[in-house]
């Protein structure tokens, strides 16, 4: 059966003038949304956060095509990729990844999600990797009343298969009125549904934008999302289910106490080539 959690209602939280971001943790959806550790909901306008280390799971940037700006992203592997409105790009970090990410210089505001994705246990000591996914491979799927956009849905990221140690599936889903949609969710996956623009019901279950709502399935199985009046989009992340502990210090997110230890000491001595 379809386990669903309660609506959740985000707080906006902000970081000057440059970034703010609606919060989506896995807390707060009772960990059921695993292998979802979070999403942000953001906007931003200029260089905010400097670059960071990552460590044990996936941090994706997928950019709203509607977004007036795209990023750019350097990392210590030495890549330097720039993420244009309706593109992903996908850092696996694996063992250690330090990162940084900022709009283009005087373009404009750029939105979007940030969405971190854990790694089963047995890969989070694996070589870190970075997947660009440009707007153009963005899959694009339709039915009556609804279009899609499906960034990633496997392994498969970009032009690299077995880019991932576990399928995940990032779909942004626009809803035209008294339409509806049928989830396809396979056995043992879990994730999340965020409202990203009007109003959507699941069942009796009504949320409103800027809500989510958490699932996961023991069967296979759709769940169905329909509209009222008005037109709505949503975004849906979902994913094999890890069943895993998270130890977390800061952006470290690991299966185990050692693991974490190491890397912290791995993350000590990476920096950004110049």
């Known amino acids: 059966m379809i386990r669903f959690t309660s609506v959740y209602t985000p707080t906006q939280m902000r970081h000057g003038a440059e970034f703010a971001a609606r919060q989506y943790p896995r807390q707060a959806f009772g960990n059921l949304i695993d292998p979802v550790i979070n999403i942000d909901w953001f906007e ?58 900022f709009p283009v210089p005087e373009a404009g505001l750029v939105h979007g999600l940030q969405i971190f994705i854990n790694l089963p246990a047995a890969s989070q000591a694996d070589p870190a990797a970075a997947f660009s996914v440009p707007a153009a491979m963005v899959k694009s799927l339709s039915g009556k009343g609804w279009e899609s956009r499906v960034a990633v849905d496997g392994t498969t990221v970009g032009e690299i298969a077995g880019a991932l140690p576990s399928p995940v599936r990032i779909e942004e889903i626009s809803l035209a009125p008294s339409a509806m949609r049928d989830i396809d969710i396979p056995a043992g996956w879990g994730g999340i549904v965020v409202v990203l623009e009007g109003d959507v019901s699941i069942g009796d279950v009504t949320l409103a934008a800027t809500q989510a709502i958490g699932f996961a399935t023991d069967v296979e199985g759709p769940f169905r999302i329909a509209t009222g009046a008005g037109q709505a989009r949503i975004a849906v992340v979902s994913g094999a289910q890890l069943k895993q502990p998270i130890y977390a210090q800061g952006p470290l997110m690991l299966a185990s106490h050692e693991a974490l230890e190491e890397a912290r000491r791995r993350v000590a001595s990476l920096s950004l080539p110049a």
């Open 44 to 101: 931003m306008n200029a260089p905010t956060f400097p670059p960071h280390p990552h460590a044990g799971f996936s941090a994706v940037t997928y950019l709203f095509a509607d977004s007036p700006n795209g990023f750019i992203n350097r990392d210590s592997l030495g890549d330097v990729q720039p993420i244009h409105p309706g593109g992903l790009h996908w850092s696996r970090a694996s063992r250690g990844l330090m990162h940084e990410e």
